[in-house]
């Protein structure tokens, strides 16, 4: 289904939401707060979500080696790509006022974007 820019502006409320990445540069993540101040007279929903180490076919693509990035994820539990769906699913379901307007999700075995605690086996919650 295809929508055109007249029938996105018509809206009452408009949800975008960008996927960034931790160690994103700031200046690309001052987009959502631009397009907030551009539509200042319009209620728009602008999430950022700035996930960390997730194990996805991106890391394939950006390594151009899957042997490479099967190494990297194989000693801690990273992210998946349902993790982030639902993060995206958790913004763009919010109540119309509610606006949240960015969010940073690491696995619990990542510190900041340098620093992995990799163990060689899964990290266990508590009830496990």
């Known amino acids: 289904m295809a929508i055109t820019r007249r029938d996105f502006l018509s809206r009452k409320v408009i949800k975008l939401i ?3 990445r931790l160690n994103s540069i700031k200046s690309y ?3 959502p707060n631009s397009l907030r101040s551009i539509n200042r007279f319009r209620a728009i929903r602008v999430s950022e979500i700035d996930p ?3 194990n996805a076919e991106f890391s394939e693509v950006r390594w151009k080696d ?3 990035a099967d190494d990297f994820y194989k000693d ?3 992210l998946t790509a349902d993790d982030i769906a639902d993060a ?4 763009a ?3 119309l006022h509610v606006d949240v307007t960015e969010m940073i999700i690491m696995p619990t075995s990542q510190a900041s974007c340098n620093h992995l605690h990799k163990t060689g086996e899964k990290v266990k919650g508590i009830f496990d």
Do not use: D, H
């Open 18 to 20: 960008f996927l960034g």
């Open 29 to 31: 993540s001052q987009c």
């Open 52 to 54: 960390g180490a997730v």
């Open 66 to 68: 899957k042997k490479r």
């Open 76 to 78: 801690f539990n990273a």
């Open 88 to 91: 995206m699913i958790y913004c």
């Open 93 to 95: 379901t919010r109540p």
